[in-house]
């Protein structure tokens, strides 16, 4: 079992900045991929990122490349998602997952594969 837990969400102005991290527990930590899914309300909840167990490959969703980095520090058990020039339609509960599936695979069709989950943490971009 792993408990994800996020926390970083907030309030911020469009062109901001906020910096998420998920914090995991229970079993090996360092076996997983690990990843950024996000909902807002009246959407379907959609794949934002994703990183390997190593950190050496990582996966984007068109919408945030370029703005959005996602890293892990394998000793603290924790991933972050560092997002920038955040935008109104970057709002969203922002989900933390867990999965032993490549980054590579990971998509908005894939989520419900996905084998762990956190509680989320809202992003409000106000304009």
């Known amino acids: 079992q792993v408990l994800l837990v996020e926390s970083g969400g907030g309030l911020v102005q469009a062109g901001g900045s906020l910096r998420l991290s998920c914090a995991a527990s229970?079993?090996?930590?360092?076996?997983?991929?690990m990843g950024w899914f996000r909902q807002a309300p009246g959407r379907e909840r959609e794949f934002v990122a994703a990183?390997?167990?190593?950190?050496?490959?990582?996966n984007y969703a068109d919408f945030v490349k370029g703005r959005v980095t996602i890293s892990r520090d394998n000793a603290k058990n924790t991933v972050y998602l560092q997002m920038n020039s955040l935008k109104p339609e970057d709002t969203a509960v922002y989900y933390c997952?867990?999965?032993?599936?490549?980054?590579?695979?990971?998509?908005?069709?894939?989520?419900?594969?996905?084998?762990?989950w956190g509680k989320g943490t809202l992003v409000t971009v106000s304009s």
């Open positions: 997952a867990a999965d032993l599936a490549p980054p590579s695979t990971w998509s908005s069709n894939y989520d419900y594969a996905m084998d762990y």
């Open positions: 229970g079993r090996t930590f360092s076996s997983y991929a």
């Open positions: 990183i390997s167990w190593r950190g050496g490959s990582t």
